[in-house]
């Protein structure tokens, strides 16, 4: 062992600067943490936090790709101002919020959902990530599963919601993202994990398929928030249609918000 002075050998030096090292990383890590999302907002003035400078990370700008300019984080100025259609079942910090309208469309509770840009997520080649079959025509349902296409949809209260008229898919992932339905003149799309193939009915023999969605009521599928575009989805329609479904869960039938007992 080799001794530098005294009672200092360089393996307590080395134990030292790595406590410092480590010490170090755990401040930035925790500071990096805070990097979006802070300050933080208090939940019954609506105001940010003036005592925050001791946790925040120092303003980084991001570069997009594909041309879609910078975003600066953290920005006290970059808060969400919409206006939430709900009251407090009382004036105290964290208690739980009443919908003043229908939850699901304003996006509370469950419903919430965030302001993500308004354009459709890209592949690295810079096309629209998400798409449907008919328009993606590279990729296909495997051979030994269901085609979802033409398959009934029955929402929670067992009516006909629609059948299924096409499939949208994640080009990157090679994954199904959505179901698109078909009532009507309308077409709307159907998370792929809110909906269940099963045998017609519910009953088990390997007879016909339907897909089932617990989240909502076969009406409810009227106001699911649509694209702008058929063959395409932007990052906000996304967030807006996982919101509404996510919201189903709580609030598609009146009993659901009630307590079990």
Excluded: C
Excluded at 128 to 138: M, N
């Amino acid at each position: 062992m080799v001794e530098i002075v005294g009672n200092i050998d360089v393996a307590q030096v080395v134990l030292y600067a790595f406590w410092i090292f480590f010490a170090g990383l755990i401040w930035y890590l925790q500071a990096e943490s805070r990097r979006e999302g802070y300050p933080l907002e208090n939940d019954v003035t609506g105001e940010y936090t003036k005592d925050a400078w001791l946790q925040l990370p120092s303003p980084k700008t991001f570069k997009l790709p594909h041309g879609m300019g910078e975003r600066t984080y953290p920005n006290p100025e970059n808060r969400d101002t919409r206006p939430i259609k709900a009251v407090r079942s009382s004036p105290t910090s964290g208690s739980p919020l009443v919908p003043t309208g229908n939850p699901m469309v304003d996006g509370v509770g469950p419903a919430a959902w965030a302001e993500r840009p308004d354009h459709p997520d890209l592949t690295p080649h810079g096309t629209p990530k998400i798409q449907p079959l008919s328009v993606a025509t590279a990729f296909e349902i495997a051979k030994q599963d269901t085609d979802p296409r033409g398959l009934p949809v029955i929402g929670a209260d067992g009516q006909l919601a629609g059948e299924i008229s096409d499939v949208w898919v994640d080009q990157t992932e090679n994954y199904i993202r959505f179901l698109q339905i078909k009532f009507g003149r309308k077409s709307r799309l159907i998370p792929l994990h809110f909906a269940v193939q099963r045998e017609k009915g519910g009953i088990l023999g390997g007879g016909p398929r339907e897909y089932y969605v617990h989240n909502l009521t076969a009406e409810q599928f009227n106001d699911i928030p649509k694209t702008k575009l058929a063959d395409q989805i932007t990052m906000l329609e996304e967030e807006k249609i996982m919101g509404y479904f996510g919201g189903g869960g709580l609030y598609a039938l009146p009993g659901r918000a009630e307590p079990i007992l």
